[in-house]
């Protein structure tokens, strides 16, 4: 558990980015494991993350609570294209946060959107504050429309190759992103983290079918990431071998799957027997799955 450190206060560090607490999406499980190292040195956290079930009038007005003792604003999850595009260059809602606040020592952007990227840097350098980029993707170009595309090509130029050379320091997830960024900031590589002396690490019995091979895959796939039409297509090349086996896939349900990769669909159908789909489980559910697997795959 997150525990908030009273004694040996050093002042505020404030985490922003697309991460919903406490376990919704990877980058709530990769800034509460920062955060953990960051409050253990000494420093107040504060999360500034989106929240799906909130209203959209949370859009840019965020709801204050609490996680496990430490402050957390979260802002609506944007649905529509409108919101998005307000979404991605919007900083005043942040920023009065900030302001709020009289003793922040660093502001951690996590992947955040190139343009309130700037505008928070600029605030940031007239306050005396501290600029931490957490870096775990350098996205590419994806199958959306010519607009978004461009969009986000820009909006990828901008955070990788200009504004993260600017800041004060830099978090690597990988070994490529740190020999990219360590001749032009301050840069530590930080690999996915877990806390081992939480309960949810621990290998516990799961009924599992123990007479065939357990393949499991977990996460959020998409057309263009983590390639489960290449684990279906490698899975049916193996059919009339005598290789048992059973493919449970964690994430996404027959019906996403066959819409995401119309072009396997026929090998699914003659392989289906042996995949399992049960759509989007909670993360203590998925871990069960994925600590009694005899292989995880993930691309």
């Known amino acids: 558990m997150i ?4 004694s040996m206060d050093k002042g505020t560090i404030v985490y922003i980015g697309g991460f919903e607490l406490p376990d919704k999406n990877a980058a709530a499980h990769r800034v509460i494991s920062n955060s953990k ?27 204050k609570g609490n996680f496990n003792n430490y402050e957390l604003w979260e802002f609506s999850y944007p649905k529509t294209k409108s919101q998005w595009i307000r979404y991605l260059v919007e900083s005043k809602s942040k ?24 505008k928070i840097l600029k605030y940031c350098k007239t306050k005396n504050i501290k ?5 775990t993707e350098w996205y590419g170009i994806t199958s ?34 740190q020999k990219y960024y360590e001749n032009k900031t301050e840069t530590i590589l930080i690999p996915p983290l877990v806390d081992k002396s939480e309960i949810k ?32 297509s490698a899975l049916y090349n193996l059919r009339g071998n005598a290789y048992e086996y059973s ?27 042996n995949i399992n789909f049960l759509g989007r489980l909670s993360h203590q559910e998925s871990l069960k799955y994925v600590k009694n697997a005899d292989y995880t795959i993930f691309i």
Not at 100 to 105: A, D, E, G, L, T
Not at 156 to 175: C, N, Q
Not at 204 to 219: H, R, S
Request: with cysteine; hydrophobic share 40%.
């Open 144 to 177: 959306g429309g010519i607009i978004r595309n461009v969009f986000k090509y820009f909006d990828t130029y901008g955070r990788m190759k200009v504004l993260h050379k600017k800041v004060d320091g830099l978090i690597a997830i990988s070994t490529y992103l």
């Open 3 to 6: 525990r908030g450190v009273d």
């Open 247 to 273: 493919f449970t896939v964690i994430g996404l349900d027959e019906k996403t799957f066959i819409n995401t990769y119309p072009e396997v669909e026929s090998k699914y159908k003659k392989i289906k027997k």
């Open 131 to 135: 600029v931490i980029a957490d870096c």
């Open 95 to 118: 920023i009065e946060i900030l302001d709020s606040y009289s003793n922040i020592k660093a502001v951690v952007l996590y992947n955040y959107q190139s343009i309130p990227f700037s």
């Open 201 to 232: 690490w621990v290998k516990e019995d799961f009924p599992i079918t123990q007479d065939k091979i357990n393949l499991v895959y977990a996460g959020s796939p998409a057309a263009n990431k983590d390639k489960i039409d290449y684990v279906i």
């Open 37 to 63: 190292i960051l409050n253990n040195l000494g420093y107040k956290i504060v999360f500034i993350g989106v929240n799906k079930d909130l209203p959209k009038s949370n859009l840019f007005s965020p709801k």
